[in-house]
Nanobody, 124 residues
Framework: QVQLVESGGGLVQAGGSLRLSCAAS????????MGWFRQAPGKEREFVAS????????YYGDSVNGRFAISRDDAKNTVDLQMNSLRPEDTAVYYC?????????????????WGQGTQVTVSS
């Protein structure tokens, strides 16, 4: 079992930045592809970013590509999401997730473990 806890969410003005962090416990995240997803009210859960265990390959959703950056520190068992140039449409609950895969992946149903989420609100 992998337990995931997100932190770093909050309220920020459009154009600003936030850094989300995901702390894993229970077992090492080595061997897991890690991902960030988000869900706005009334909408489906949306892929944001993913990073593989091997070679740290990354993959981003179209709406965040070039603005967000995912990183991982396996020694600390953490995964971060640096979010820059934030827009009101980035407002959502952000979730960290883990999948037993070797490559980045955008499919919600590929991820086995999920955190409880952290709220990000971007004001215009």
């Amino acid at each position: 079992q992998v337990q995931l806890v997100e932190s770093g969410g909050g309220l920020v003005q459009a154009g600003g930045s936030l850094r989300l962090s995901c702390a894993a416990s229970g077992r090492t995240i080595r061997g897991y592809t890690m991902g960030w997803f988000r869900q706005a009210p009334g909408k489906e859960r949306e892929f944001v970013a993913s990073i593989s265990w091997s070679f740290n390959n990354t993959y981003y959703g179209d709406s965040v590509n070039g603005r967000f950056a995912i990183s991982r520190d396996d020694a600390k068992n953490t995964v971060d999401l640096q979010m820059n140039s934030l827009r009101p449409e980035d407002t959502a609950v952000y979730y960290c997730a883990a999948a037993l895969l070797r490559v980045p992946n955008s499919r919600v149903d590929e991820y086995k473990y999920w955190g409880q989420g952290t709220q990000v609100t971007v004001s215009s």
